[in-house]
């Protein structure tokens, strides 16, 4: 079952805030492990309006980064904007400049039709607004979206350092803000691209770790393999994919982006993002693998299964012969994103519930991919593994049908924002996953969930919205949720409203709480920096 919001509370998570001339000192109640020195940096959005004009969608509002500071049992919480072009031009000239992903910017209204003529000629300028998440590459952080600019930042001072873009170094047209990485800092990304003879691809991409000679990572970076669309002229949308320690997982759904879409609304009306977007109602969901070194697309393996959204991949592991993938979905092919504006989700909470119970409904699902098919096994369940109920069947023409495995599924109740004991368990077997309860798309609790048993745990408390939790292992741990979950957590009508919330991984219980005279807005993901 789940809790009601009738006083809607959280419509204060998706409001403007001010950021922080100084670190705001913590009340700490509980106690925080002695061991747990240093920063959670998060990012979200923190400007929803400017000169009086709204950003409609909820990855519109302009990139405000978050640190919480454990040092010596004290805790500060600062946050800064940052200076993306974006969000500098949006206050010079007190208008939304640059078109958002829900929002469309329009030309300068004092500008002459000749000038507006030559702006509508050098094309759309793509957004910098890095409000999504901050990753390490190298020696150097970075505040990241989707699209090809990447912001580097001072993790210390929240400081906007430069504006990176990532054509100059490869060629994709942007990358997701869900890199992976190895032990040794190598970086791994996937996007879209132009393929061969004009059609569309995606390429996954890699970047060295650190350099001995401190020259920058991402002048060494490369295409690693070019991954085929399946359709030529339309990609599919893609913001995460799967990593195991000899294969990446590309899970193509039918959420695809339509240029010429794109195009046309923006010839009559502003266009935003949003309008690229159009669901496939015929192909599906479909699954790619690719090895990872020496790295080569497997062409030969043809994954289908039915229609899905998929924004997070939890994990991915191989096992005796079979690549096992752990997903957050959303039944069906209409596009979750359409669900996201700001006036849905700043309802009133009989509203909020009648949307979401129009919208495409989440799970929690194990795919199973056999990697030997055998021609002669034709019609037969492929998977063997024992512990898992997920199927696979060699079709006539060549393609494997998936069935999943539900490891989670409630009513409006989606499991999302997961994350893991990454630095143990990345693309290995395991058996926790962590993540932002959704309740009718409004953060609610913190969700543990044991994949081997379906078992989950639950923090909750009232008129409580958290974030993402992260994972942070104790120092020398042996068990893989030997310990602390991080998370940000507003509670508005307290008096002190934001607070990080510092709770054991094992038993989802309340170690402290470091809480702040200040409202705190939806943040996305973030690192913790030790």
Excluded at 192 to 210: D, Q
Excluded at 313 to 339: M, P, R, S
Aim: glycine share 6%; aromatic share 12%; with cysteine.
């Amino acid at each position: 079952m789940f809790v009601e919001h009738p006083a809607a509370g959280y419509k204060k998570i998706f409001e403007t805030v001010e950021e922080l001339n100084e670190p705001l000192p913590a009340k700490i109640s509980g106690v925080i492990p002695s061991w747990l020195g240093g920063s959670l940096l998060r990012m979200g959005p923190g400007l929803f309006e400017v000169g009086g004009e709204p950003y409609y969608h909820l990855f519109d509002g302009q990139a405000l980064m978050h640190k919480f500071d454990l040092k010596n049992g004290q805790v500060t919480y600062y946050r800064k904007f940052i200076r993306t072009d974006a969000y500098v031009r949006a206050m010079t000239e007190n208008r939304v400049v640059l078109t958002e992903f829900g929002t469309a910017a329009y030309p300068d209204p004092c500008k002459n039709i000749f000038s507006r003529f030559f702006t509508y000629f050098r094309g759309i300028e793509v957004t910098d607004n890095c409000l999504v998440n901050i990753c390490p590459i190298g020696e150097d952080f970075y505040a990241v979206t989707e699209t090809n600019y990447i912001t580097k930042v001072d993790p210390d001072s929240l400081e906007t350092l430069k504006k990176v873009d990532l054509c100059k170094y490869l060629s994709v047209n942007g990358v997701t803000a869900h890199p992976h990485t190895d032990a040794d800092g190598t970086v791994y990304n996937i996007g879209n691209c132009f393929g061969k003879n004009m059609s569309l691809a995606y390429n996954i991409v890699k970047i060295p770790p650190a350099q001995k000679d401190k020259s920058d990572p991402l002048e060494k970076s490369q295409v690693l393999v070019q991954l085929p669309s399946s359709e030529r002229l339309k990609p599919s949308y893609v913001h995460s994919f799967g990593m195991t320690d000899n294969y990446f997982v590309f899970v193509e759904q039918p959420v695809k982006i339509n240029l010429f879409k794109f195009l046309s609304a923006w010839s009559v009306r502003g266009a935003t993002y949003m309008d690229c977007f159009e669901s496939n109602d015929s192909m599906g969901t479909w699954f790619h693998l690719a090895t990872k070194d020496p790295a080569d697309y497997l062409s030969s393996h043809k994954f289908r299964t039915s229609a899905f959204n998929i924004f997070h991949h939890i994990n991915a592991y191989e096992e005796q012969g079979f690549i096992v993938v752990d997903l957050c979905t959303w039944k069906g092919h209409d596009f979750v994103y359409n669900y996201l504006y700001l006036a849905n989700i700043k309802e009133e909470w009989e509203e909020v519930k009648k949307a979401a119970m129009r919208a495409p409904q989440p799970e929690v699902r194990r795919y199973v991919l056999p990697l030997d098919i055998h021609r002669e096994e034709q019609g037969k369940n492929l998977v063997s593994l024992s512990y898992t109920t997920a199927t696979a069947v060699l079709r006539r023409d060549g393609t494997v049908w998936l069935e999943p495995e539900v490891l989670f599924s409630g009513p409006r109740q989606a499991f999302e924002f997961p994350q893991i004991n990454y630095s143990l368990c990345s693309g290995k077997k395991y058996s926790f996953a962590y993540g932002l309860g959704l309740n009718h798309f409004i953060p609610d609790r913190i969700v543990k969930l044991n994949v081997q048993t379906k078992e989950t745990r639950v923090w909750q408390e009232d008129e409580c919205y958290p974030s993402e939790p992260l994972f942070v292992p104790t120092p020398g741990a042996t068990e893989e949720d030997d310990g602390v979950l991080l998370s940000i957590v507003v509670k508005p009508g307290a008096e002190r409203p934001g607070f990080l919330l510092v709770l054991d991984a094992m038993k989802l219980t309340e170690l402290a709480r470091a809480e702040v005279n200040a409202i705190i807005p939806v943040t996305f993901h973030g690192i913790y920096k030790p």
